[in-house]
């Protein structure tokens, strides 16, 4: 499984980005697929995450109400729609994915990795 990150860059507080994250080499198969990030210092933490065979989708309380993950199955693409960010959100975001059931948002939850974009908000 191969995981693509973009659309990370530099906002203002209170703006959006719009990240992307392209998957290919797993046959389509229904997945869990998650972002994750990780700011200097800190450790890797979930923000949401979506399982793709039905669209459930789960998120972190921090992010709750800002931020929306979405999927299109058609380009194998999962989307992490970003509004009204914060300072706190600069962080290197990632794209995780695995085919275990139910789907979580811990780290060790998930086998494949992107190798991230960074958002920085000032």
């Known amino acids: 499984v191969q995981l693509v990150e973009s659309g990370g860059g530099s906002v203002q507080v ?19 697929m998650a972002w994750f990030r990780q700011a200097p210092g800190k450790e890797r933490e979930g923000v949401a995450r979506i399982a793709t065979g039905s669209g459930n989708t789960y998120y972190a ?5 800002r931020f929306t993950i979405s999927q299109d199955n058609a380009k194998n693409t999962v989307y992490l729609q970003m509004n009204s960010l914060e300072t706190e959100d600069s962080a290197r975001y990632y794209c995780a994915a695995d085919f275990r059931v139910p789907c979580g948002l811990r780290r060790d ?11 920085t908000v000032s």
Do not use: M
């Open 14 to 32: 209170g703006g959006s980005l719009r990240l992307s994250c392209a998957a290919s080499g797993y046959g389509g198969s229904s997945t869990c």
């Open 61 to 65: 309380d921090s992010v709750k109400g």
């Open 109 to 119: 939850a998930y086998n494949y990795w992107g190798q991230g974009t960074q958002v």
